[in-house]
């Protein structure tokens, strides 16, 4: 199976950035859709942005223009830079890892944006 960790959450002040990174075990990377997703407290867990393996992105409204997915299959990594961030943005963020054998999650890393 797929292991997934995530890094890069915090706490940040309106308006200020953070980058989050996904490192993934095994070469499986290189064919799979990477997605980064959030779960704020009392809400289910959305979509925020996802890339595929030609590099295609997609992104919810609620972030667009704000948000950019990228990936290094090199390095089996995939980013999220998040700026102009806002309270609402506070979530538990989870990277997913979605081929044609595998559907994995991280841990999840939190991150609050204080107002």
């Known amino acids: 199976q797929v292991q997934l960790v995530e890094s890069g959450g915090g706490l940040v002040q309106a308006g200020g950035s953070l980058r989050l990174s996904c490192a993934a075990s095994g070469s499986i990377f290189r064919v799979a859709t990477m997605g980064w997703y959030r779960q704020a407290p009392g809400k289910q867990r959305e979509l925020a942005a996802t890339?595929?393996?030609?590099?295609?992105?997609h992104y919810a409204d609620s972030v667009k223009g704000r948000f950019a997915i990228s990936r290094d299959n090199a390095k089996n990594t995939v980013y999220l830079q998040m700026n102009s961030l806002k309270p609402e943005d506070t979530a538990v963020y989870y990277c997913?890892?979605?081929?044609?054998?595998?559907?994995?999650w991280g841990q999840g890393t939190q991150v609050t944006v204080s107002s």
């Open positions: 890339i595929a393996v030609n590099g295609i992105t």
């Open positions: 997913n890892l979605r081929s044609y054998r595998d559907n994995s």
